[in-house]
């Protein structure tokens, strides 16, 4: 943690540090929340009341393009409690600042199942609802009970069941409708003690069952799925220690069966999968409902080209991922985004398909 006075208000904070693509930009005012009753302080002062408020968590899924003229809340409230258990489930409620990788390490530790193919994925809890994270076959909202958080208008603590919040493909009601008037503060997770693993997950490029077989014999449980995640997204993805990622930057576009054929003309063995599904996988499409969508993957469409590993200035696509675009060092926030609009542009003009980032951009 850089030297930061906790629940101070600052003013011209450097976030350079507070956000995983390393772009050197300011915020106006800056605070460290470590607490509901911080963030009950601070929601009162007339300088965060009367400004823009941006919540960072582990500041993995964002580019900051220029300096904040506003308030920025590093959300760090911390604690994990078991608030319900039986002989099948543990409930496990989870600060808002808990560090997602951690969380899933500490649920494998115990033989709960339920979030071990979301390993690694870089971020917070109280992030995670927010984007849905989802990845290698499963969805947040498959272990996620409720979500805790404020109202920015009222101060009220208010509490959103799975079902109310809107969750789809990599949103969610707190990302659109409750954009800037909720502030999540805790989430709870209802984990197996018996787990259904979920091993179906393959793609052009790897398979969670491949995985496990090259890592060893079954019989295989939530620790070992858990170690083949890793084991893959240690192999494929860029190290952030090395590199400034934001992992995937853009989302999996949905095109029309007749988009599809004009695609596969260009690229023959272009995956494709209904447009509500995660996982990749054969299906049959009517050809003669030609408005029919369905979802490709955007990686495939960036190999394609090969911008798989191509570098530009400061930018790049990581090679064994090109859904990551990474700082390599020194990038301004102008230089990266030039360098999405160019993926972008070459993409459409190649295959007619826009991509959208998932990357939220501020």
């Not at 993957?297 to 191509?310: C, H, S, V």
Request: net charge negative; aromatic share 8%.
């Amino acid at each position: 943690m850089p030297n930061v006075a906790l629940h101070v208000l600052q003013e011209q904070v450097s976030l350079l540090p507070f956000n995983t693509l390393r772009l050197d930009v300011k915020a106006r005012y800056f605070a460290v929340v470590q607490s509901v009753t911080d963030l009950e302080r601070l929601l009162k002062d007339p300088r965060v009341a009367e400004n823009a408020i941006l919540v960072l968590g582990g500041g993995s899924n964002i580019l900051l393009s220029k300096d904040f003229d506003g308030v920025v809340l590093k959300m760090e409230i911390s604690g994990r409690s078991v608030v319900y258990e039986d002989d099948e489930v543990v409930d496990l409620a989870l600060g808002a600042g808990e560090d997602w990788p951690s969380v899933v390490e500490f649920a494998v530790a115990n033989g709960w199942g339920g979030i071990e193919n979301l390993a690694l994925v870089p971020g917070t809890a109280g992030a995670a609802p927010v984007h849905n994270i989802a990845c290698y076959g499963h969805n947040l909202h498959e272990s996620l009970l409720w979500v805790e958080s404020i109202d920015l208008n009222s101060g009220a603590l208010c509490r959103f069941r799975v079902d109310e919040c809107g969750l789809g493909y990599r949103t969610s009601i707190f990302k659109q409708e409750l954009k800037g008037r909720q502030i999540v503060v805790r989430i709870c997770l209802r984990l197996r003690k018996r787990p259904i693993l979920n091993t179906s997950y393959q793609s052009r490029y790897e398979s969670v069952a491949g995985e496990l077989e090259r890592l060893g014999p079954p019989p295989y449980g939530v620790r070992e799925v858990f170690n083949a995640i890793v084991s893959i997204r240690q192999r494929k993805l860029p190290d952030p220690a090395r590199v400034g990622t934001v992992g995937s930057v853009f989302m999996n576009p949905t095109v029309t069966v007749k988009q599809l054929q004009a695609i596969k003309a260009l690229c023959p063995e272009i995956q494709y999968y209904p447009a509500e599904q995660l996982v990749y996988g054969e299906f049959a499409v009517d050809q003669d409902r030609e408005s029919e969508r369905v979802k490709i993957p955007a990686a495939w469409l960036i190999e394609d080209m090969g911008w798989a590993g191509k570098q530009v200035g400061h930018c790049g696509v990581w090679k064994t991922q090109p859904l990551n675009i990474v700082n390599y060092g020194g990038a301004t926030s102008r230089e990266y985004l030039d360098f999405l609009q160019a993926v972008q542009d070459a993409v459409y003009r190649r295959y007619g398909v826009r991509l959208d980032p998932e990357v939220v951009i501020i």
